[in-house]
């Protein structure tokens, strides 16, 4: 069996419970890769993490920014989150019970002959001749600065039906994981993780309608307008610069990332939000 790791950059602790893993998982006869950050503190060899899709697992430490990190790396291989603060929705497992979350997963996976997962939708952003790396949580279109006098005019349909259009910064579309993230605090619903659904939620438009939860089966598209430059952003990292007038497809990514690990109870989780 394979075990990848992936942890917090720059963050001694994480480091450390790396180490640990891995001396854990090499005991067991395992093999372990780490990546090229968290193996240079340990004095060792590394990869990147997307050479870790051929593993049978990634175990990623610290927070949501190290999961999204190691999800576009490993893409449909099981992640189990370790979540050096308080646990949360994509990070399962506290650093005390990482080695034994680890261990359980490998007698599982020797009696069963494959990783429990469950999966989780990921959207992507299209235009003409480019696709954005899918996003977990968010695919966001905006003009080139946000603020008053910024933004720029945008158009939201539905497969082909006119949603809302308008001066805006710009619109954010969320998946139902996402939906407790950025799209929360632009003032998006909270979905529930077993919804399969988009949501849509206007950026400071000046004649805002309400955000819409649409199927994920729907396409969705975003024409911006009136503004010099403008971007498409998935999950807060990877953007892409588009020209107005210019129109963006949203919609489901054929390959979802995959949780390994115990569930995570929504609604406890929810208490543990700002």
């Given amino acids: 069996m394979d075990v990848g790791i992936v942890a917090q950059k720059d963050n001694a602790r994480a480091a450390n419970l790396a180490d640990e893993l891995r001396e854990t998982l090499r005991e067991e006869g395992v093999a372990v890769q780490v990546d090229c950050a ?10 990147d993490p997307g050479e870790m899709r ?9 927070g949501d920014g190290t999961f999204l990190f190691t999800a576009r790396g490993v893409g449909a291989t099981p992640i189990l989150g370790v979540n050096l603060g308080e646990v949360g929705f994509l990070n399962a497992v506290s650093p005390d019970s990482a080695v034994s979350a680890v261990r359980e997963e490998l007698e599982y996976a020797r009696r069963t ?29 905006q003009g080139p600065q946000r603020g008053h006098g910024q933004g720029c005019t945008v158009e939201v ?12 910064d710009g619109v ?5 994981t996402g939906s407790t993230a950025y799209n ?13 659904g988009i949501v849509i939620t206007e950026m400071c438009a000046t004649e805002a309608m309400p955000s819409l939860v649409v199927g994920d089966d729907h396409t969705l598209t975003v024409r911006v307008d009136d503004a010099d430059l403008a971007y498409v952003i998935s999950d807060g990292k990877e953007q892409r610069a588009i020209e107005p007038p210019a129109q963006v497809e949203i919609g489901l990514a054929e390959e979802p990332a995959r949780l390994a690990g115990p569930p995570v109870d929504f609604f406890e989780a929810l208490g543990k939000l700002d």
């Avoid at 968290?38 to 990869?47: D, N």
């Avoid at 051929?54 to 610290?62: K, P, R």
């Avoid at 349909?157 to 805006?168: E, F, I, K, N, Q």
């Fill in 54 to 62: 051929d593993c049978d697992l990634v175990v990623s430490i610290g």
């Fill in 172 to 176: 954010l579309l969320s998946t139902p």
């Fill in 38 to 47: 968290t193996a240079s503190a340990l004095s060792m060899a590394g990869v």
């Fill in 184 to 196: 929360l605090s632009e003032g998006g619903p909270l979905v529930h993780p077993g919804v399969s």
């Fill in 157 to 168: 349909r539905v497969d082909g039906s006119l949603y809302t259009g308008g001066h805006a």
């Fill in 113 to 141: 002959g494959t990783v429990r997962s469950r999966s989780v939708p990921r959207i992507e952003a299209r235009g003409e001749d480019w696709t954005l790396m899918p996003a977990v949580n968010e695919v966001v279109v």
